[in-house]
Nanobody, 114 residues
Framework: QVQLVESGGGLVQAGGSLRLSCLASGSDFNDYRMGWFRQAPGKQRELVATITGGGLTRYADSVKGRFTISRDNGKNTMYLQMDRLNPEDTAVYYC????????WGQGTQVTVSS
Protein backbone atom coordinates (compact mmCIF):
# COMPACT_ATOMS: atom_id res chain seq x y z
CA GLN A 1 0.00 0.00 0.00
CA VAL A 2 1.35 3.37 -1.04
CA GLN A 3 1.94 5.88 1.72
CA LEU A 4 3.06 9.49 1.21
CA VAL A 5 4.14 11.65 4.14
CA GLU A 6 4.84 15.37 3.72
CA SER A 7 6.89 17.52 6.03
CA GLY A 8 8.47 20.96 6.08
CA GLY A 9 5.48 23.27 6.04
CA GLY A 10 5.13 26.22 8.38
CA LEU A 11 4.82 29.96 8.74
CA VAL A 12 7.20 32.25 6.89
CA GLN A 13 7.36 35.94 6.03
CA ALA A 14 6.97 37.14 2.47
CA GLY A 15 10.25 36.82 0.62
CA GLY A 16 11.33 33.86 2.70
CA SER A 17 11.94 30.22 1.84
CA LEU A 18 10.70 26.78 2.83
CA ARG A 19 11.61 23.26 1.75
CA LEU A 20 8.95 20.59 1.63
CA SER A 21 9.73 16.87 1.65
CA CYS A 22 7.61 13.87 0.69
CA LEU A 23 8.65 10.40 1.78
CA ALA A 24 7.07 7.58 -0.22
CA SER A 25 6.78 4.02 1.04
CA GLY A 26 5.11 0.82 -0.06
CA SER A 27 6.78 0.22 -3.39
CA ASP A 28 9.64 1.18 -5.68
CA PHE A 29 8.82 4.61 -7.07
CA ASN A 30 11.83 5.30 -9.23
CA ASP A 31 9.88 5.09 -12.51
CA TYR A 32 6.78 6.97 -11.42
CA ARG A 33 5.80 10.57 -11.93
CA MET A 34 5.48 12.54 -8.70
CA GLY A 35 4.48 16.08 -7.95
CA TRP A 36 3.15 18.76 -5.67
CA PHE A 37 -0.33 20.26 -5.67
CA ARG A 38 -1.77 22.94 -3.42
CA GLN A 39 -5.17 24.05 -2.26
CA ALA A 40 -5.93 27.46 -0.84
CA PRO A 41 -9.10 28.14 1.20
CA GLY A 42 -12.13 28.34 -1.07
CA LYS A 43 -10.17 27.33 -4.15
CA GLN A 44 -9.67 24.16 -6.15
CA ARG A 45 -6.57 22.04 -5.81
CA GLU A 46 -4.01 23.12 -8.40
CA LEU A 47 -0.83 21.76 -9.85
CA VAL A 48 2.41 23.28 -8.56
CA ALA A 49 5.09 21.08 -10.13
CA THR A 50 5.72 17.54 -11.34
CA ILE A 51 8.82 15.43 -11.91
CA THR A 52 9.28 12.17 -13.81
CA GLY A 53 11.38 9.27 -12.64
CA GLY A 54 14.10 10.52 -14.97
CA GLY A 55 14.02 14.01 -13.56
CA LEU A 56 12.03 15.93 -16.18
CA THR A 57 10.17 18.77 -14.50
CA ARG A 58 7.13 20.90 -15.14
CA TYR A 59 5.96 23.99 -13.23
CA ALA A 60 2.87 26.10 -12.92
CA ASP A 61 3.45 29.57 -14.37
CA SER A 62 2.83 31.13 -10.96
CA VAL A 63 5.85 29.40 -9.39
CA LYS A 64 8.34 29.26 -12.27
CA GLY A 65 11.69 30.72 -11.27
CA ARG A 66 10.81 30.59 -7.56
CA PHE A 67 10.15 26.91 -6.82
CA THR A 68 12.35 23.91 -7.59
CA ILE A 69 11.15 20.31 -7.55
CA SER A 70 13.61 17.46 -7.15
CA ARG A 71 13.74 13.85 -6.06
CA ASP A 72 16.18 11.38 -4.54
CA ASN A 73 15.12 7.97 -5.83
CA GLY A 74 17.53 6.19 -3.51
CA LYS A 75 15.69 7.72 -0.56
CA ASN A 76 12.19 7.51 -2.08
CA THR A 77 11.92 11.21 -1.30
CA MET A 78 10.73 14.19 -3.30
CA TYR A 79 11.40 17.83 -2.44
CA LEU A 80 9.99 21.24 -3.20
CA GLN A 81 12.32 24.17 -2.57
CA MET A 82 10.21 27.32 -2.36
CA ASP A 83 11.96 30.68 -2.55
CA ARG A 84 10.67 34.25 -2.68
CA LEU A 85 7.40 33.17 -1.16
CA ASN A 86 4.45 35.54 -1.23
CA PRO A 87 1.07 35.51 0.53
CA GLU A 88 -0.58 34.04 -2.59
CA ASP A 89 1.44 30.87 -1.98
CA THR A 90 -0.45 30.23 1.25
CA ALA A 91 -2.16 26.84 0.95
CA VAL A 92 -2.11 23.23 1.99
CA TYR A 93 0.52 21.49 -0.12
CA TYR A 94 -0.06 17.88 -1.15
CA CYS A 95 2.38 15.28 -2.37
CA UNK A 96 1.14 13.28 -5.39
CA UNK A 97 2.28 10.04 -6.95
CA UNK A 98 0.90 8.48 -10.11
CA UNK A 99 0.85 4.66 -10.20
CA UNK A 100 -1.99 4.21 -12.71
CA UNK A 101 -4.07 5.83 -10.00
CA UNK A 102 -3.76 8.98 -7.94
CA UNK A 103 -2.02 8.69 -4.59
CA TRP A 104 -2.05 11.63 -2.15
CA GLY A 105 -0.36 12.59 1.06
CA GLN A 106 -2.20 14.14 3.98
CA GLY A 107 -0.97 17.64 3.18
CA THR A 108 1.20 20.19 4.94
CA GLN A 109 0.20 23.79 5.64
CA VAL A 110 2.27 26.64 4.24
CA THR A 111 1.40 30.12 5.45
CA VAL A 112 3.13 33.21 4.11
CA SER A 113 2.59 36.43 6.03
CA SER A 114 2.85 39.85 4.43
Amino acid sequence: QVQLVESGGGLVQAGGSLRLSCLASGSDFNDYRMGWFRQAPGKQRELVATITGGGLTRYADSVKGRFTISRDNGKNTMYLQMDRLNPEDTAVYYCWLWTSTNNWGQGTQVTVSS
